[in-house]
T-cell receptor, first 114, second 108 residues
């Protein structure tokens, strides 16, 4: 299994541009999450999904949109990039292994908005 | 909303020293998880504690869940530079509730 994969690894955007951060997991997990992590800080939840077709807002959803058309994919859309969205974005999925609930994180996408 | 407070926020120590970091809440959790995030990587699960008073060991790391299941601690013995990273505690809810983390720097 590849686990959770994210693309791109790094991107520079100009203010007002849009982009989609891709996230794919091959573990057949129903739960998926998008977090942002600002420099030196913890994780803030942007959006999450409990299954295909179901999404919900997290702590900081403004400026972002998500969709979940398949179990595997959970893309995050930025419509009008702003400097405040400069951050590292982590996608995660959650499943049970050896009876223990575990959250698996992707390697992150570093986004710089100038 | 269940909140997790972690302390200290930052910790810088010399190689070989011992340290303890804390995760506290006013709420009772059915379980708590500890994650470590190394620079440039995503967080990775270290351990899950489930039973009040439970102690789990992972090499030089000792994790304890409070008797009342409102707090947890992580003790590292003889810290090494490879222990450097952000240590996050998390509650079991959906979505997962994370503390803000303790950023540990171990200097050789």
């Amino acid at each position: 299994n590849a686990g959770v994969t994210q693309t791109p690894k790094f991107r520079i955007l100009k203010i007002g541009q849009s982009m989609t951060l891709q996230c794919t997991q091959d573990m057949n997990h129903n739960y998926m999450y998008w977090y942002r992590q600002d420099p030196g800080m913890g994780l803030k939840l942007i959006y999450y999904s409990v299954g295909a077709g179901i999404t919900d807002k997290g702590e900081v959803p403004n400026g972002y949109n998500v969709s979940r058309s398949t179990t595997e994919d959970f893309p995050l859309r930025l419509e009008l990039a702003a400097p405040s969205q400069t951050s590292v974005y982590f996608c995660a999925s959650r499943g049970r292994i050896s009876g223990e609930e575990t959250q698996y994180f992707g390697p992150g996408t570093r986004l710089l908005v100038l | 909303t269940q909140l997790l407070e972690q302390s200290p926020q930052f910790l810088s120590i010399q190689e070989g020293e011992n340290l303890t970091v804390y995760c506290n809440s006013s709420s009772v959790f059915s379980s708590l998880q500890w994650y470590r995030q190394e620079p440039g990587e995503g967080p990775v699960l270290l351990v899950t504690v489930v039973t009040g008073g439970e102690v789990k060991k992972l090499k030089r790391l000792t994790f304890q869940f409070g008797d009342a299941r409102k707090d947890s601690s992580l003790h590292i013995t003889a810290a090494q530079p490879g222990d450097t990273g952000l240590y996050l505690c998390a509650g079991p809810n959906t979505p997962l509730v994370f503390g803000k983390g303790t950023r540990l720097s171990v200097i050789a």
